[in-house]
């Protein structure tokens, strides 16, 4: 069982910037897949980013240039650097890993982009 622990939401004005951390219970190195997804009220989820154990990172059209996911395997964590926020970002992300065959959810955090 992995647990991911995700931190770093909150509110910030259009334009502005987070990172969010995902902290994994254990080491992320053989992870197949790790990353991002977002649920907006109403909305499906729908990955943001995901890095795979090739170490390639595939980021949704409506955040390449904006977002950046990064890792720290020494910590366990990945991270994703949002920029240039836009209202439309605002979602819980959560934290994802796919693991020895299993899916793995974090408990989400709240990202909301207002003025």
């Known amino acids: 069982q992995v647990q991911l622990v995700e931190s770093g939401g909150g509110l910030v004005q259009p334009g502005g910037s987070l990172t969010l951390s995902c902290a994994a219970s254990?080491?992320?190195?053989?992870?197949?897949?790790m990353g991002w997804f977002r649920q907006a009220p109403g909305e499906q989820r729908d990955a943001v980013a995901i890095?795979?154990?090739?170490?390639?990172?595939n980021y949704a059209n409506s955040v390449k240039g904006r977002f950046t996911l990064s890792e720290d395997n020494a910590k366990n964590t990945v991270y994703l650097r949002m920029n240039s926020l836009k209202l439309e970002d605002t979602a819980v992300y959560y934290c994802?890993?796919?693991?020895?065959?299993?899916?793995?959810w974090g408990q989400g955090t709240q990202v909301t982009v207002s003025s």
């Open positions: 890095m795979t154990v090739g170490g390639t990172t």
């Open positions: 254990e080491n992320i190195f053989g992870f197949k897949e």
């Open positions: 994802n890993a796919f693991v020895r065959g299993t899916e793995y």
